[in-house]
């Protein structure tokens, strides 16, 4: 109740702060501290003359919001956002800003806003900031920065505000406008704030345009060795086009008897006529490389920085140089089981991303459905990697299952720290090599300190 | 959202010495001021710079921090939370530091992360997003002005130089090149408006301490803080006074001659308008073996006797007092505390108590002069000392230096409740004593207080209510929230003595401000009086009801039985005995009662009568006692009461005992 309650204070905090922050400038916002600081120290007007200093500053900012109705500034815009963006690097787009009146526009400074998303209650009950172990005791226990983090993480990005010194009448011109993402997946660009400063320079005149948009932001990627020979081929039934579960191959190997079961598009129907038998036309059978990447999404009770990271591991997996005709199967689990397959003309390493900047922690069903998954699709996989978010029995199991199917499996564990505790009956134990444990906020690292040994 | 082009830049040239400057002259630090202005502004015009890192950074700003908690802890450990205007007219030391080394320093600004411990450690590790570099300077230039305000200088410069400072600010931070006229109009647009705003404040802080006032003066009593007062010196406008009845004192027939002084409590401490005394301890006061009086000081004499009313808000409470105590009787409270200084504390139920003071006016039994009682505070030291050798005081001995002292009031000052000129703080007393020479008892008795010191004599300042005021309707003494008064103590002779240069008109005066409704209230205030103290004697549980809770209730009842409608079941009217309604009581018992508390000792107010007759039986020796209370107990609580052969065997026994004790 007590919870609820602060956390509904909170989001009327943060949204006074950010109208406030919106409505006056830095002059306006030392003035508005001033005020504050002469009410404490001249709330007793005979102890000190800081009254003074507060109907001044009192004063100014009340003749500075007087002045904001005779502000005009009638502008259009237009957004050119590019294809994608990466998480924490910087991306830049364009912004087309159009004076259409007839008189010049001066002191300009536009904010572009993102879509703000505030977590429910019980999300944010749930909500670990890694932040928080750098705030105070204070900050951790009320959890008013944590919710900032979180909002400010939920929006996705931080966009910094443009100025525009002068704009002439009926003329335009274009402003680099350059974003940092801080999440994977889309964002929804809402709105844009035009804002015109009143002579004091103290407070601003905001016209909110409608302008939406949506870029999507891939997941972080890291530097991957080769984990595989990419050589190992395995028998492919029905060939590439059926290995993606589509069509046939191609190439044309014999004609014979229909057998039951035979599907009536391969009869040769010139042949039966011929024959007065059915006859079914049979196809090359193919031998490539395929690999399958295994995604652990349920993430429980564990911090979300390991899911970003899993899916940052294989992001940068899936992203990586691979051999021409090897194919690669992205299994996961979220609402339902996923399983994509890239590469030989298939799906491109950019859909591949785009899937994986929209992967969701998975909480709806037990792990044991992306065993099956991953077993259902084992055979037919020249080997397997399995990016996990911890070394459990459940996930040992998957391991233990997929190597009795004479798979390579390489594993990599996602995980707090690099210590891992390992029973003696580790699957992996006898494949040091191909068991890697990377700690979550310092992968590259991790891998960099890896990656000589394995090859 | 810190948008990076919304930063603030650094000050222009000049402005924050012009910051020190102001500050220094409200201070009284100039020399410091103009020192540190110079060490400020060298870095324009010089152009060495030291490259200070991240951690030194951090190392200064630790520094400042633990400059601003010395000077905190030291200037509260001397003033208390007084002291809040003293740190504040500090700050600009304390940060000076962490301002040097930004100016002095190659990059010119500090990151937050210097300033803020957890982002800080966040950017230790490399996690921190945004760590943008700041200007300290207008922050600074803040602090300064802040700073100054907490001087004693006059009002009018102080708001010109304000003025002044804010639009050499705000111009530098305009933010297009043009529109001169426009800007100036606003900013004296902006100007104006904030000094006819001081008006405004002014009168609201005395429109909001009126009213708050009003609304403590109406749902809660007064409640004297025996550590700590603040007065009303320097307030502007009219003092406003209450009408209401804090204290009833019956004399017992006696007439006060003049005005009879009950104290509260003495402060030893004065500074910016509040007296304070922090040797106030407390140590229990034991009654005597009958458990009916507590006597403060032993052997002290003290004959004459006053019994006071008095309203506790709390379950304890200062309670006002004769000067010249010597015990307390006639009290249910259930333990007393008094102080070196004759601050007596009552533990009781919250309500009206009643009490007698025993007292005499030979002499006041306070403590011997402490050194807190010959100190000036620093601030009217050399103001006081001016006038003593004005008077020539240091010459005279005490008791001819204390007729000058009252002479000197009597002569050149007059009573007023109005403050109409307002000064900076610390100059109040200042003002009283060398301009205007109005002013109510605070200005008076503090003063005093002060002068008397400033001669050589040990004084205090008593508080406590000044009593004269006669009500017929009561057939008692009144003390109003009016009669409020403040005196002063001198020591003479080996003895405190009451110093009170308050002219004596202040008593007509504070009437003149007394509201048409007076009687009305007045009136009110005594049925209530009356209907909260009338069960004193009888409750035997020490917890009385508010019973004019009750009074709505009783006129219901009354009503109803007036207009017959409800009369109870004839059963049992028909069969219960008249007692059973109401008691009656038994002539006989109560004439006993009345001998046996004649003849041995009385009955405390809370105890019970089985217990008082076996302290009875067993040390005067009687017999039987108990049967007759048995039956009296019947009589008065069976719900069938006694027989008549058994109502006639209570006469009796009353009748035989009381013919055993003559």
Known sequence: MVGKLLYRNFILVHRLSHWLRLRFTAAGALIGYCLIAAAVFGIDTRQTLAYQI??????????????????????????????????????EYRLTITNPGRTTQRNLLLFDELETVYPRHQDFRRMHDSGDRYRNIVDRIIGYPRLVAAIHKLRGASIQPVAVATLPAAGSLQQTVSLRPLRRGYLYFHHTLVTATEPLGLCRRIARQPLTGALLVLPRRYRLPPLFPPGRRKYQRGGMHLASSVGDSQEFFSLRDYRPGDPLRAIHWRSYARKGEPVVKEYQDEYFSRHGLILDTFLEQRPELLLEEAVSVAASWAAGPRHQDALLDLIFIADRSYHYTGGRGLAGTENLLEILACVQPCASVPFSALTREALRHAATSSALICVLLDWDEPRRDLVRKLRSLQVPVQVIIIAKDRELSRPADDPMRDQPQHFWVLEAGAIQQAIDHLAPRTQ | ????????????????????????????????????????????????????????????????AVLLLAVSLYIFSVNTYYGIYSILAALPFTFFLLLLAQRY????????????????????????????????????????????????????????????????????????????PLWLALFLLAAAAGYGGQVGVQRLQAAVEETIMGWFDLFTWRHRDPMRTVTAIGALGKLKLSDRIMVRVDTHGEKIAGRMLLRETTYTDYGYGVWTNFRHTL?????????????????????????????????????????????????EASSINASAFNAIVLELHPGWTRYDAMYTDAAIHDVEPLPEDTSLPPIYRESMQRLARELQLEHMPPARALATIENFFAENFSYSLTQSERFPRGRYLDKFLFENRRGHCEYFATATVLLLRAAGIPARYAVGYAIDEYSALERQYLGRGSHAHSWALAYLDGSWRVVDTTPPVWAAADDGTASLLRPAVDLWSWLTYTLDTWDLKDDEQGTRLPLWLALPVMVYLLWRLWTGKHRLPGALTQSAPAARYGYVPHPGFQALLARLEQKYFQRGKAEPLGAWMAKVESRAGIRGLPAILALYYRRRFDPRGLEEPEEARLTQLCHVKLGEIK
Not at chain 1, 65 to 82: E, G, H, K, V
Not at chain 2, 14 to 42: H, R
Not at chain 2, 145 to 170: E, M, P, R
Request: some cysteine.
């Open chain 1, 54 to 91: 507060f109907t001044l500053c009192a004063g100014l900012l009340a003749v500075a919001l007087l002045a904001l109705p005779f502000l005009r500034s009638r502008i259009t815009l237009q957004r050119a956002l590019p294809d994608y963006a990466t998480v924490g690097q910087e991306c």
């Open chain 2, 1 to 64: 959202m810190t948008p990076a082009t919304t930063s603030l830049q650094g000050t222009p040239p000049f402005l924050n010495a012009a910051g020190l400057l102001l500050w220094g002259w409200q201070c009284n630090f100039l020399s410091y001021a103009v020192l540190m202005a110079g060490v400020i502004e060298i870095p324009r015009v010089l152009r060495w710079r030291i490259p200070v890192s991240d951690q030194e950074f951090n190392l200064v700003a630790d520094l400042s």
């Open chain 2, 283 to 331: 140590s229990l006061v034991d009654p005597t073996p009958d458990g009916t009086s507590w006597v403060v000081h032993k052997g002290a004499g003290g004959r004459q006797r006053v019994t006071i009313s008095y309203k506790l808000d709390d379950d304890q409470g200062i309670i006002p007092l004769p000067l010249g105590l010597t015990a307390i009787t006639n009290t």
């Open chain 2, 105 to 180: 320093s190659v990059r010119g600004k500090i990151r937050m992360s210097s300033l803020v411990i957890s982002m800080r450690r966040a950017a230790r590790d490399g996690v921190l997003e945004e760590n943008p570099a700041v200007d300290l300077t207008y922050p600074y230039l803040l602090v300064c002005i802040l700073a100054a305000s907490a001087g004693n200088q006059q009002q009018t410069i102080f708001y010109v130089l304000l003025v002044l400072i804010f639009a050499w600010s705000l111009w530098w931070l305009k933010p297009r090149p043009g529109g001169v």
